[in-house]
């Protein structure tokens, strides 16, 4: 069965600096989707970044982006120039290429000082 | 575009009641999911639909719960008779084929 794990429960960043955010997945597939939701108070859950396992360049988004590791089953995000509006919950998703469900992970709370 | 719509946004209801949640996913958008997140069990996907049609509801967990999808445009989430451990707060996500999950705002149901 797939897992995904998130080992950070929470991480804590300077505003305008970087912080690295960890997801590793375990699958015996070779197509997949890996994702990255954050979910603020509001409770809303945004998508982040999408990373499809077939292409080797590492997704980007503004000031959003991955680390993949296709052979390390390690999926890390980036998050560059901290704002306090980052601060949220943010979840890693796996899901099989066929099958549109998504396996998320417990999830990491960031937290921006000022 | 409104984006998923979720109604209502707060149900506060006794044990032993019927719930219904509500659903209007984004237009177009082919397939249709029910999340349900907690504390202690994170998100779980309940059922999905393709088209109007159930393609997985493996996570349903238990018949208490029923989900329907009527037309292209709105769904249902059950809960006949509640019961205080399903207070959870429930998603409905919409998407076009593998290209991410857009999500509404939840449910937060509280069964007292």
């Known amino acids: 069965a797939q897992t995904v794990t998130q080992s950070q429960p929470e991480m804590s960043v300077q505003e305008a600096e970087t912080v690295t955010l960890s997801c590793t997945y375990d699958t015996s597939e070779s197509d997949y989707y890996l994702f990255w939701y954050k979910q603020p108070p509001s409770r809303q859950m945004i998508l982040v970044i999408r990373q499809e396992a077939y292409k080797q360049q590492n997704a980007t988004e503004n000031r959003f982006s991955v680390n993949f590791q296709k052979a390390a089953k390690s999926f890390s995000l980036k998050i560059s120039d901290s704002q306090l509006g980052d601060a949220a919950m943010y979840f890693c998703?796996?899901?099989?290429?066929?099958?549109?469900?998504?396996?998320f992970g417990t999830g990491t709370r960031l937290k921006v000082l000022a | 575009d409104a984006g998923v719509i979720q109604s209502p946004r707060h149900e506060v209801t006794e044990m032993g009641q019927e719930v219904t949640l509500r659903c209007k996913p984004i237009?177009?958008?082919?397939?249709l999911f029910w999340y349900r997140q907690t504390m202690m069990r994170g998100l779980e996907l309940l059922i999905y639909?393709?088209?109007?049609?159930?393609?997985?509801d493996s996570g349903m967990p238990e018949d208490r719960f029923s989900a329907k999808m009527p037309n292209a445009s709105f769904s249902t989430l059950k809960i006949q008779p509640s019961e205080p451990r399903d207070s959870a707060v429930y998603f409905c996500?919409?998407?076009?084929?593998?290209?991410?999950?857009?999500f509404g705002s939840g449910t937060r149901l509280t069964v007292v």
């Open positions: 639909f393709n088209n109007n049609v159930p393609i997985d």
């Open positions: 996500a919409s998407s076009f084929r593998i290209y991410g999950y857009t």
């Open positions: 998703a796996y899901s099989r290429a066929g099958t549109y469900k998504y396996i």
């Open positions: 237009s177009g958008h082919d397939y």
